[in-house]
């Protein structure tokens, strides 16, 4: 596949959603040419296709503001309201999800970036692309207005976040503004993905354009990036792996490219290949094919069965490939082949590039692109290798009232449906679900930043609408509510989503880590709850989501009430709404989990 077909593979429609085009219309203001510096560019905006802006307003942006509504009629971009910056980003980063593309979100001076930058944190450990617009009061001091432009100054605002966006500009004139859209815009998309930053002076927003910028043909200042090998090592890749007795691929970041999906099987199936998959990111290979051995939290040759005899590993961009050749714990004398650019992005600032892995050969190369020239190089496999036997989910009903009764009772319900999980809560086992298409699972938020769930679902329910997919978000109590302001933009949109809450009531991660320490020190375990538990009182969230204008049901505290709720929040999700189902798990986590949680020393 060649660098133009896979971005074609990847494309997705960028024209606004009908149902939400058709809301908050402006009466047209006549104006058809730009006047202004923000005219320029939301002009600059809409000849990048960009669909959607989300924000939430602010003073230091009021320019731009009236620029997308009286200017371009609010539409391409259309505005998305949001009730915090937080949510404006996640919502993008979920967009990008789906796409593979940036859309833009507008934040409120230094402020609204500051609320912002989790969100950004998170785009950029999830390497999603998102453009990110923000503003200053009048960067000249004599046209401040007193107090407030002052508070809402910053000398050289982008050092908030340039340690985790790939590039950040405060262009000074209207031309300047435009060649930074798009240039922002293409480092954006261009991979290793990440979030990129724009800051515009209020002054240049609201002055008069004293002369036409001439037209531009945006595609010439946006040229495709060669991201794919050299046939030579691509030739060196593949004797390595034909000649291994047995081949181990990490399959990690990819796209949700259905063809990118189907070379890396048929890769796997040529060389018989064990694959392992990671919960961190979106689904990347099929988990019912006989030769997936699963997504295991910490794997080891004693806890996931495939594992011993490996001589070559090939990770395909895996996000912590140090961490697994240090608990998956293939021979050590295994040879590493690492497919990856991410390398071009890592900085002194941010950890995310995590440890130093062992490479024997680097492809510095996008493995969607890489995946294929290895098929064809290795062609079909002539080796007898042993199979592992099919993963198979368990139908035997858990014990108490957990999170596998969420998944239980959605298999039931749902059936061959398509599904497109946006969100799963860290508890998940990954033999819960399968996944036979890259878009039945989105991935985690990237950073670990909780909160993030709900604005990342409901930018992916955006992407999705018309896909005939339905969108399940399951995010924890603790991630639900930092980010439940996300539920007001999605029913305001018209954006149909399905939120099912496993509401363990604690931030239940922390007690194990509370347990972990009383053990360490000899003291009481009992007492890890203290200053975990959400309780006297425990919050009512399907209350929270009906105050937003979602469908709320629950709380449910039987398995037996559970089947009946979820059928009828699907219901309602079908025919247009957002649905909130609070689940009232137990706190805990499998013992499987629990395990290999302790083993990775968490």
């Known amino acids: 596949m060649t660098p133009s077909q896979l971005a074609t593979a990847r494309a997705k429609p960028t024209t606004a959603d009908p149902a939400v085009a058709g809301l908050e219309r ?23 296709d960009i669909p959607y802006i989300a924000l939430t307003p602010g003073a230091s942006y009021r320019g731009l503001h009236d620029s997308i509504v009286n200017y371009l009629g609010n539409s391409t971009p259309q505005m998305l309201l949001c009730l915090h910056e937080e949510a404006a980003v996640a919502i993008a980063q979920g967009y990008a999800k789906v796409t593979g593309k940036a ?18 944190f998170n785009a950029w450990c999830d390497r999603m692309p998102v ?15 007193p107090w407030i432009d002052w508070i809402h100054t910053a000398r050289d605002q982008g050092a908030l976040v340039r340690e985790y966006t790939k590039w950040d500009d405060q262009p000074a004139s209207p031309g300047a503004a435009r060649e930074a859209i798009l240039r922002g815009t293409w480092i954006a998309n261009t991979v290793p993905q990440g979030p990129v930053y724009i800051n515009f002076d209020a002054e240049l927003q609201e002055s008069k354009v004293a002369e036409q ?22 030739r060196q890749a593949a004797a390595m792996l034909k000649g291994a007795k047995q081949v181990l691929i990490l399959a990690g970041r990819a796209s949700r490219s259905e063809d990118a999906w189907n070379a890396r099987v048929a890769l796997a199936e040529a060389l018989n290949a064990r694959v392992v998959s990671d919960l961190k990111i979106g689904a990347s290979f099929p988990t019912d094919h006989p030769l997936y051995i699963g997504a295991p939290r910490a794997p080891t040759p004693d806890t996931v069965e495939g594992l011993k005899n490996v001589d070559v590993v090939l990770s395909l961009d895996w996000v912590d490939l140090a961490g697994a050749m240090r608990y998956a714990g293939p021979n050590p004398s295994a040879k590493v082949i690492q497919v ?41 496999s002539g080796k ?10 368990s139908e035997k009903e858990p014990t108490g009232f957990t999170n596998e009764h969420i998944a239980r009772n959605l298999r039931k319900l749902l059936r061959d449906r398509p599904v497109t999980y946006t969100h799963l809560p860290l508890s998940w086992d990954d033999t819960w679900a399968t996944f036979r ?14 909160g993030g769930g709900p604005g990342i679902s409901v930018g992916a ?65 009992e007492n890890k709850w203290i200053g975990q538990r959400m309780s006297e009182p425990e919050v009512d969230v399907a209350a929270m989501g009906r105050a937003q204008g979602a469908v709320g049901f629950g709380p449910i505290t039987k398995p037996a009430d559970l089947a009946p709720a979820l059928e009828k929040a699907i219901a309602a999700v079908d025919a247009g709404q957002v649905a909130v189902v609070d689940v009232r798990v137990e706190p805990g986590y499998t013992a499987v989990m629990t395990q290999a949680m302790t083993r990775a020393g968490n």
């Open 103 to 120: 859309m833009a979100a507008a934040v409120h001076s230094n402020v609204g970036l500051l609320h912002a930058s989790m969100a950004m």
């Open 26 to 48: 402006p009466t047209p203001a006549g104006a058809n040419a730009p006047g202004f510096g923000s005219d320029v560019i939301a002009e600059a905006l809409r000849s990048l």
């Open 437 to 450: 298409h890259p878009l039945d699972y989105l991935g985690a938020d990237g950073g670990g930043g909780v």
């Open 213 to 234: 910028l001439p037209p531009i043909d945006v595609a010439r200042y946006m040229p495709q990036i060669s991201t794919a090998s050299p046939a030579e090592l691509v």
């Open 340 to 380: 990856s650019l991410d390398h071009r992005i890592h900085n002194g600032w941010s950890m995310d590039h995590q440890g130093l892995p062992p490479v024997d050969l680097l492809l510095s190369a996008d493995p969607d692109l890489v995946v294929p020239e290895l098929v064809k190089e290795i062609g079909k």
């Open 131 to 145: 453009l990110v617009l923000g503003a200053t009061g009048p960067v000249d001091a004599v046209k401040r207005r």
């Open 461 to 525: 329910a955006l992407a999705l609408k018309g896909t005939g997919r339905l969108p399940i978000a399951i995010c924890g109590d603790g991630d639900f509510l930092m980010g439940v302001t996300a539920v007001w933009t999605a029913v305001h949109y018209k954006i149909p989503l399905l939120f099912v809450i496993a509401n363990n009531r604690s931030f239940y991660n922390d007690e194990l880590h509370q347990e972990r320490m009383a053990r360490m020190r000899n003291r009481p375990i």
């Open 384 to 393: 007898p290798h042993a199979l592992p036997s099919a993963r198979k989910i």
